[in-house]
Nanobody, 125 residues
Framework: QVQLVESGGGLVPAGGSLEISCVAS????????TGWFRQAPGKGRSFVSS????????ANADSVRGRFTVSRDTAKNTMTLLMNDLKPEDTAVYYC??????????????????WGQGTQVTVSS
């Protein structure tokens, strides 16, 4: 089992920056990948970014490419999402997700077996 806890959400004006984090605990190995998804009010959950922990390879949604940067610190079992140039449409609950990989390949867009509880990000116009 893997447990995920997000932190760092809050209220930020449009054009501002915010960093959110996800700490993983439990059965974590080098064959591990984590991702960020978000769910805006009245909408379904959508992919944002993901990262493979063994290689550092990343994937990003078109809507955030160039503005958001995902990273991981394997020593601290932590994934971070740095969000720059935030827009009101980025307002959502952001969820951390995790998957166990084969080691030689991973699925950047899922499926993810483990999920956190989410952290609210609100961007004011």
């Amino acid at each position: 089992q893997v447990q995920l806890v997000e932190s760092g959400g809050g209220l930020v004006p449009a054009g501002g920056s915010l960093e959110i984090s996800c700490v993983a605990s439990g059965r974590i190995s080098s064959n591990f990948a984590t991702g960020w998804f978000r769910q805006a009010p009245g909408k379904g959950r959508s992919f944002v970014s993901s990262i493979a922990w063994n290689t550092g390879a990343t994937a990003n949604a078109d809507s955030v490419r160039g503005r958001f940067t995902v990273s991981r610190d394997t020593a601290k079992n932590t994934m971070t999402l740095l969000m720059n140039d935030l827009k009101p449409e980025d307002t959502a609950v952001y969820y951390c997700a995790a998957q166990e990989t084969s080691g030689t390949s991973w699925s950047p867009f899922g499926p993810f077996a483990y999920w956190g509880q989410g952290t609210q990000v609100t961007v004011s116009s």
